[in-house]
């Protein structure tokens, strides 16, 4: 099969070398934003959040707490992105849009709502699971978007949560789940890591 | 920015209702799992497994595992997407092609292998954490390459995981972290959900 998308898959490398020279602009930043966020998430929770540094001090700070890794500081800019527990406190926000497009009445909205509850509320376990699963699911997007807007993309998952947590203000129930550097891929990166064969990693039952 | 990915972005829809006439022969299976495995991975870890399940039979089991979803029998197929745990002790199988191929030598995957146990082993939170980011990042991939590929995609959180682990005959090592039912769409679904707005989950910095 033959599809602009499945070369980007098959193209894209996680960037370690970025140009320190390169910049984006907000509009850039929040394009890329826009495609994580259209990724799917159980009950449409969306719950999720993006802090874009991107500012000389701040990637600075950043990179402080992410082993010194200097994609951090040298890429134009590098997402925190978060997952958010607790989150039936959001679901009514983030469903009343489909509601008011009358694609759903206000009974089933609020069967929604009480259904997102019951699933997740006083369940810390399932919450973490699903801030850390959701969150993936966007910034492969974020990662996947980037690409074809002819950007590099490295993304991280060694740092220190409870630094970045608190050096960036997350909120209580917000966890760093990955950091995405995006930016223009300098010279100097390794090829493609090669992949497992199919037959390694999948049954068909 | 246009780029017909991004399209793809905008366009893709979680799928409810599938063609229950539908089919996928093995090679397409194959193929969508060939993108899935493509997502990057921390250490290039590719802790991941899949289970495609396709048979009727194994279709109506996995049903009952997941709330009697019936995309679930519909779909074509529904795969389950596992994230492995101790992925340390697959971490110099996963490398060895990247050291063949001439990119890294022995001392580097010696290291690599050294690396990747001391951040993993015997920490089961992070292992944890770890698994359902490798997944969702595959999940991601696998939907984005079943919509380029002109097929529908549901996925599912909600499903009972220690039931689908006994039925599927997962290892002790191996959680169920989503289930992805793919096929053609049949009549019926809902439209996409609107997101919140950008400025709503994003700040820069």
Same mark, same amino acid.
């Given at each position: 099969? #033959?599809h602009p998308a499945l070369d980007l898959i098959r193209q894209r490398v996680s960037a370690n070398q970025f140009d320190p020279t390169h910049t984006l602009d907000d509009a850039t930043i929040r394009e890329l934003i826009f495609y994580a966020g259209e990724a799917p998430s159980c009950y449409n929770l969306q719950n999720w959040r993006f802090i874009a540094v991107r /500012?000389?001090?701040?990637?600075?700070?950043? +990179?402080? =707490? /992410? @082993?010194?890794?200097?994609? *951090?500081?040298?890429?134009?800019?590098?997402?925190?992105?978060?997952?958010?527990?607790?989150?039936? !406190?959001?679901?009514?926000? $983030? +469903?009343?849009?489909?509601?008011?497009?009358?694609? %759903?009445? !206000?009974? *089933?909205?609020?069967?929604?709502?009480?259904?997102?509850?019951?699933? @997740? &509320?006083?369940?810390?376990?399932?919450? !973490?699971?699903?801030?850390?699963? /959701?969150?993936? =699911?966007?910034? +492969? #997007?974020?990662?996947?978007?980037?690409?074809?807007?002819?950007?590099?993309?490295?993304?991280?998952?060694?740092?220190?949560?409870?630094?970045?947590?608190?050096?960036?203000? =997350?909120? $209580?129930?917000? %966890?760093?789940?990955?950091?995405?550097? *995006?930016?223009?891929?300098?010279?100097? #990166?390794?090829? !493609?890591?090669? &992949?497992? $064969? *199919?037959?390694?990693? =999948? /049954? %068909?039952?």
């Amino acid at each position: 099969m #033959n599809h602009p998308a499945l070369d980007l898959i098959r193209q894209r490398v996680s960037a370690n070398q970025f140009d320190p020279t390169h910049t984006l602009d907000d509009a850039t930043i929040r394009e890329l934003i826009f495609y994580a966020g259209e990724a799917p998430s159980c009950y449409n929770l969306q719950n999720w959040r993006f802090i874009a540094v991107r /500012s000389a001090a701040r990637k600075r700070a950043l +990179m402080a =707490l /992410s @082993y010194d890794q200097e994609k *951090v500081v040298d890429a134009a800019v590098t997402v925190i992105v978060c997952g958010v527990l607790e989150p039936e !406190r959001g679901i009514r926000a $983030a +469903m009343q849009p489909f509601h008011d497009d009358g694609h %759903i009445d !206000r009974e *089933v909205l609020d069967q929604w709502v009480e259904e997102t509850t019951a699933a @997740y &509320r006083d369940k810390p376990g399932k919450q !973490r699971d699903e801030a850390i699963r /959701s969150a993936s =699911l966007a910034a +492969m #997007n974020l990662m996947f978007a980037a690409q074809a807007m002819g950007l590099a993309s490295g993304p991280m998952g060694g740092f220190d949560a409870a630094g970045v947590s608190a050096d960036f203000g =997350l909120a $209580a129930t917000e %966890i760093p789940v990955m950091l995405v550097s *995006v930016g223009r891929a300098a010279p100097g #990166n390794w090829p !493609r890591k090669r &992949r497992l $064969a *199919v037959d390694q990693v =999948l /049954s %068909i039952v």
